[in-house]
């Protein structure tokens, strides 16, 4: 089955996030001169400014900030609802927005604030391995 979701196209300045992806790794962004991790990846450290940016190879485990059901979707997502978007406080700091995995969107009492997730990744095609996150405990 061929994947029919959107498919980011990698440019200069994500190109080591979508590298990393395409290994099973998680790279994010840090600043060497405050060594805050930030997300998404800027040109400039949002926190202090500095252009002295690095790559680091996360830990793939965060915990779920908030979340909500997309019960109404358009174009290629339609055929996704009811699916369960969340926040992932990321391990090593800031926050991704992911569609998450492993979730019943039909029972989301039982989605729980702070439970902890990791990150996997989902081929979609030979060059583009795109990451989303599953919960890993009940
Ligand atoms: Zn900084």
Redesign the pocket.
């Known amino acids: 089955m061929s994947y029919t979701l959107p498919i980011p196209q990698p440019g200069t300045h994500t190109r080591p996030f979508w590298e990393g992806a395409k290994a099973g790794k998680l790279m994010l962004p840090r ?1 060497q ?2 060594n ?1 991790v930030h997300w998404y990846p800027r040109h400039l ?1 949002p ?2 400014h ?1 252009d002295n940016l690095e790559w680091i190879e996360a830990s793939g485990e965060g915990t779920i900030h908030t979340y909500a059901v997309q019960h109404l979707a358009f174009g290629p997502w339609a055929a996704e609802a009811p699916y369960v978007t969340a926040y992932i406080d990321l391990k090593e700091g800031d926050r991704m927005l992911t569609v998450l995995r492993g979730v019943d969107a039909g029972k989301p009492q039982d989605i729980r604030i702070g439970a902890a997730v990791k990150v996997e990744f989902e081929l979609a095609n030979d060059d583009v391995h795109i990451p989303f996150w599953r919960v890993v405990e009940e």
């Open positions: 600043c001169d405050c805050r450290c926190k202090c500095s």
